[in-house]
């Protein structure tokens, strides 16, 4: 894996029921953030979720893409101090929220709720909607984040979760 491809994701518990995410570039450089209360409780497992997205259905102008592209964590809100965000980090963010959303309500989504929610979305947004996710797309994502949910979940406090996102992984087709 190239080093320039590499963005290594850690996720502290803190002994105070905090949280931290930093981010490490491949050139060494950080972002980080500290979560309190209901965003600590919140944002590790969504976090988590775009790995899981990211990854497995392969967008590199995700969340993680834009960070390892040197936007730092507190680009990612009000004023937008890099101007809007790409098309895929758009798609990726309403993606994670469909799988927050099952997380959440207890019930999962199919592919084709997921399609007709995204076919929806673009359009509202006028971003491009031409991707279709099929039933085997979303267990693989399921699959992921499971087995990274569990790995949080082991992880005691003081502690952290650390996972690299490699934007060399191939892209979906």
């Known amino acids: 894996m190239s080093e320039q ?7 502290k518990k803190g002994a ?7 981010c490490t570039r491949a050139d060494g450089t950080t972002t980080w953030q500290r ?6 409780r919140f944002f590790p497992h969504h976090d988590l979720t775009h790995y899981a997205v990211e990854t497995v259905l392969g967008f590199r102008n ?29 798609i990726s963010e309403m993606i994670v929220g469909f799988f927050d959303l ?13 399609n007709q929610q995204l076919a929806e979305y673009c359009t509202e947004k ?8 099929s039933e085997e797309d979303l267990a693989a994502v399921r699959a992921m ?9 082991a992880v005691e406090r003081g502690n952290a979760l650390e996972v690299v996102f490699d934007l060399k992984c191939p892209a979906r087709s």
């Open 126 to 133: 006028g971003l491009p909607a031409e991707q279709q996710f």
């Open 102 to 114: 099952e997380r959440r309500a207890g019930e999962r989504g199919s592919a084709q709720d997921l």
């Open 145 to 153: 984040r499971a087995e990274l949910f569990a790995r949080w979940a």
């Open 5 to 11: 491809q590499r963005l290594t994701i850690r996720i």
């Open 35 to 40: 979560l309190e209360a209901g965003q600590a």
């Open 16 to 22: 105070d029921d905090r949280t931290a995410l930093t």
């Open 62 to 90: 995700g969340f993680y893409g834009l960070v390892s592209a040197g936007w730092d964590l507190s680009d990612f809100g009000t004023p937008w101090p890099r101007g809007k965000i790409p098309p895929q980090a758009n």
